[in-house]
């Protein structure tokens, strides 16, 4: 028996929205691929990579804390991700880390550990996964489509961060898809900036996959995807016209009945003052239309209150719209400044406690109106995705339900089944965010 040189042990720390979740695992299988080690703890680790968020204060606050708590107890450390693409403010607040790069830098980030921890020739490189490492449960995965934006709306700062549109070709998502199927995944989360903008920047090029011509374009993704037999979400979908398209997949159960849409606002003064690529009008005409074709669709919105110029007549413009929309899903935030963002120099910026008492108004009514649409669901079936088991029963979702940002479906009764079984249940009771299942009168 030879004997190898002890592995290089990388601690990994990962922050941040779904997109910076995905380039956390693009590090972390070039990592595994090359022979690193992930080590569980500082102590044990030869160097620390810390993914960052820099999108609100907050985050950025958290950022910085991982950073000083990672020197501090380990020493080594490589910054990646949305903070690192700030300025200098890493370096100027820790000038002692290893290295800075910006978002989705898979490559930067692995020469800073070539530079500090230069590889070992491993020859169990090839234990990898073929679907490489994931940092979501065995039975969902997000699947990245793209990369960048090239909408400007002026409360945010993605683009300067992460550059315009970039999509990766349909073949490359595609095995990507497949080869998560292959490895026990039931549900695929489509992400990106913008999922409908998917192949404009390469003029919906064909590529190959399986033999087969397909378009690099949101529906002829969407199609192939649908193929693989397992449940597909699409997230951050903007209205655009060819959106019509996906529906009847829907419909057909091809993809989930699920469309999750950054609406923002309802006031055609405050979306023009953000930059944004919709109406109000034709919003609602279309959602009409969508539940026309496919009624079991559940839609997902956010929306800022409180922008800079939000008169009380705008805000209640927007909650018309919610009345009228009866969105299933919403989240709703105060609108606060990010630094570099354009919207920072609009006049007539709303006060504080008018941004909460807003805030307060439209959850209120919001609340509402999704207890109702829970509550229509009482004495349906629904097929739910199980997500944990424990002693008091099993927490599943809905096809309604994505992971983390939606609800719950839970079952009292004792089951053996397991995470990522499907099971279908008649929902017995339900409050605003979530529902209860029952397994019993299954067929
Ligand atoms: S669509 Fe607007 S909010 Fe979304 S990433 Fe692009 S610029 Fe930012």
Redesign the pocket.
Known sequence: MTSTPATHRIGFVSLGCPKATVDSEHILTQLRAEGYAISPSYDEADLVVINTCGFIDDAIDESLEAIDEALHENGKVIVTGCLGAKGDIVRQHFPNVLAVTGPHATHEVMEAVHEHLPPQHDPFIDLVPAQGIRLTPRHYAYLKISEG?????T?????DL?GDLVSRPVNEVLGEAERLVAAGVKELLVIS??TSAYGIDVRYRTEFWNGMPVKTRMTELCSALGSLGVWVRLH?V?PYPHVDEIIPLMADGKLLPYLDI?F?HASPRILKAM???AASAKSLQRIHEWRAICPELTLRSTFIVGFPGETEEDFEQLLDFLEQARLDRVGCFPYSAVEGARANQLPDPVDEDTKQERLQRFMEKQAVISSEKLSARIGSRQRVLVDAVGESGTVARSAADAPEIDGLVYIEEPSDAQPGDFLDVRIVATDEHDMWGSLSGQP
């Open positions: 934006c090239n909408h400007r709306c409360f945010c700062i993605i683009p992460r900036q913008d951050y903007y950054p923002q930059n944004r690529p």
